[in-house]
Nanobody, 116 residues
Framework: QVQLVESGGGLVQTGGSLRLSCAAS????????MGWYRQAPGKERELVAT????????NYADSVKGRFTISRDNARNTIDLQMNSLKPEDTAVYYC?????????WGQGTQVTVSS
């Protein structure tokens, strides 16, 4: 049973930083692209960033390029999202994702709130 558990969300002021972590269990993931998505109230879930299995290829939404950095540690089965220069529009629930066996697995989400 694949499980993804996010942590690290919270309340921060505009311009501040947060680091999200996602711990994956139940399988091995070093061959799988993993990523972070977010969903703001009244909006659809959107891609934030993805990272390839080996960690050599990353992809970011235009809205977070230059501010967010995704990384992974395959020995620990974790992925992180370092978020700098946060803006009120980054406020959302952030979800960890992995697609394995043609199935999307999601964590329970962690709330990030950026106050203006």
């Amino acid at each position: 049973q694949v499980q993804l558990v996010e942590s690290g969300g919270g309340l921060v002021q505009t311009g501040g930083s947060l680091r999200l972590s996602c711990a994956a269990s139940g399988s091995t993931f070093r061959l799988n692209t993993m990523g972070w998505y977010r969903q703001a109230p009244g909006k659809e879930r959107e891609l934030v960033a993805t990272i390839s299995g080996g960690g050599t290829s990353t992809n970011y939404a235009d809205s977070v390029k230059g501010r967010f950095t995704i990384s992974r540690d395959n020995a620990r089965n974790t992925i992180d999202l370092q978020m700098n220069s946060l803006k009120p529009e980054d406020t959302a629930v952030y979800y960890c994702n992995v697609r394995k066996w043609n199935v999307d697995f999601w964590g329970q989400g962690t709330q990030v709130t950026v106050s203006s």
